[in-house]
């Protein structure tokens, strides 16, 4: 399709890198510099195999699962046991934001890569579970609890009350 | 976000993830820097220039050469520190303003060789040797950082070439005086 064609190349670039690269910000908790390298990474990736592109799927759905697989590869170069649950894992608070109400965007950042992944999928994203299992190498019950404990952490850090840590 | 207990998310918590913005632009380098990596391994070529030339091409690069080089050697030259620090600041800005800067930088380098070109006759002849060897340094840098922006470029690369020659060629062991003038 693109056949080397620069013109076109940007056409797509423009159309789907706003998307692609907020998605991408959000599972990397809103690290900007890693999030352009993953998306400029995920361009070339898709590039290189857009003749094996089935277009039955979204172009952007399949340059999103180009993006999360290399931030799950992002993830693993940090801790190699960064989707296994951690049911006495506490979520780190800052003492003076603790205090006051913190936005869901702020909230989603702080949690562990783990749980942030699983929610941005199922709760922003829309993937059910077994999609999400699909893409994360993992089964549909592994999503559903890590989503169940994301969300419970998530609460506690989006209450005031939650300034000591939330513990899930 | 409070219902604590339910494992489902209550209107108000799927209202707020529904109201998180879905798009978001990247730092605008992002682009080119992605076409460039994919034009380095070959992915993408260039924009085509069906119709152009390749001698016009050539004429156009030289031309815009010698607008970049001319600013930033007039300025060396005659002792004024406007265009170098037009220049580093660009560095610090937007492409954009780098690429003003560029132009402003290009355009004082030209008309300032057309007012060395009608003096030249009646200054000295070590001022016209100084002069001249400043403008071709500057030519020279500014085909040197073309080459750096795309070394595959062969049109820079040769004017490259062309000129590191004319300054060997230009260059002699009697010219100390003039080796002190500007280099990069």
């Known amino acids: ?168 | 976000m409070t219902s604590d207990e339910s494992t489902e998310l209550n209107p108000r918590e799927r209202a707020e993830f529904e109201a998180l913005p879905r798009e978001r632009m990247p730092g605008r380098l992002l682009e080119e820097r992605t076409v460039r990596s994919l034009r380095a391994r070959g992915l993408l070529k260039r924009h085509s220039w069906t119709g152009v030339r390749v001698p016009w091409l050539a004429a156009g690069l030289a031309a815009s050469l010698a607008l970049f080089a001319s600013g930033v050697a007039v300025g060396q030259w005659l002792g004024s520190s406007t265009v170098a620090n037009s220049l580093a600041t660009a560095q610090q800005e937007t492409a954009m303003q780098a690429a003003a800067a560029v132009q402003r930088a290009g355009s004082a380098y030209v008309t300032a060789l057309m007012a060395f070109a009608a003096i030249s006759d009646s200054t000295g002849d070590g001022a016209y040797m100084q002069g001249r060897e400043a403008a071709l340094n500057a030519l020279y840098a500014a085909a040197y950082e073309m080459v750096q922006i795309d070394p595959t470029d062969p049109v820079a690369v040769t004017i490259r070439e062309g000129l590191e020659q004319a300054r060997l060629r230009w260059r002699q062991p009697s010219d100390t005086a003039i080796q002190r003038v500007v280099w990069f």
């Open chain 1, 1 to 168: 399709m693109l056949d080397g064609d620069e013109k076109a190349f940007r056409t797509l670039y423009r159309r789907h890198t706003p998307r692609l690269y907020q998605f991408t910000l959000r599972i990397l908790a809103g690290r900007e510099h890693d999030a352009e390298d993953v998306v400029q990474e995920t361009w070339i990736r898709a590039t290189e195999k857009l003749d094996r592109f089935r277009w039955e799927s979204g172009l952007g759905t399949w340059l999103a699962g180009i993006a999360l697989n290399l931030c799950r590869a992002l993830f693993r170069r940090q801790d190699e046991k960064w989707l296994e649950l951690r049911e006495d894992l506490t979520v780190p608070v800052n003492g003076a934001e603790g205090l006051q109400r913190i936005d869901l965007e702020s909230a989603l950042s702080r949690l562990p890569p783990g749980y942030r992944t699983v929610l941005v999928l199922h709760d922003v994203e829309g993937f059910t579970h077994e999609e999400i299992g699909r893409r994360l190498e993992v089964s549909a019950n592994t999503s559903k609890s890590q989503l169940f404990h994301a969300r419970r952490a998530l609460r506690k850090l989006l209450t005031p009350s939650g300034h000591r840590g939330a513990r899930t």
